[in-house]
């Protein structure tokens, strides 16, 4: 179950990686590439939303089936430190995914206003000349 996390974790990179390359000023020349890269793959990372949704799920069964230790004295302590791992690894694991959907939105808000702007731009250099 680790490899879709490990893809998650690229793919929130990757969005993360192209708001960045998106909102740094300075980058005119290639401004126009990116927005092409950047717009064809919202659709491509659109499917992330359902694979959070079932890797949440996932998080919540995991939740629901685990042993619970309310107390040291209730498990041994190899249990107990394992419950622990677990709790922690959960937690994780939802900011990963609580990151990969704001990412997506995030990236799909700034690349409808960079190419709003570009139109802007276009319009404003065609009543110019």
């Known amino acids: ?12 990179g990757a969005e ?3 708001v960045l390359l998106l909102t740094i000023p300075g980058l005119e020349g290639i401004r126009k590439g990116l927005i092409a890269v950047t717009r064809n793959l ?3 990372f659109l499917s992330v939303v359902p694979f959070c949704l079932f890797l949440l799920m996932d998080i ?3 939740y ?4 619970q230790c309310k107390s040291p004295d209730s498990c041994s302590p190899s249990e107990y430190l394992r419950h ?4 922690i690894k959960s937690q994780r694991n939802a900011l990963l995914i609580a990151a990969a959907l704001v990412f997506y939105w995030i990236l799909y808000s700034v690349t409808g ?5 570009e139109q802007l ?3 404003l250099k065609a009543r110019r000349d």
Do not use: F
């Open 16 to 18: 993360a990686v192209m």
């Open 42 to 44: 919202l659709k491509p």
């Open 84 to 87: 622990q791992k677990s709790i």
């Open 64 to 67: 629901e089936t685990r042993p």
């Open 1 to 12: 179950m680790a490899l879709e996390w490990v893809v998650l974790g690229y793919v929130a």
């Open 113 to 117: 206003l960079v190419v709003r702007i």
């Open 121 to 123: 731009n276009q319009r």
């Open 60 to 62: 919540y069964w995991k």
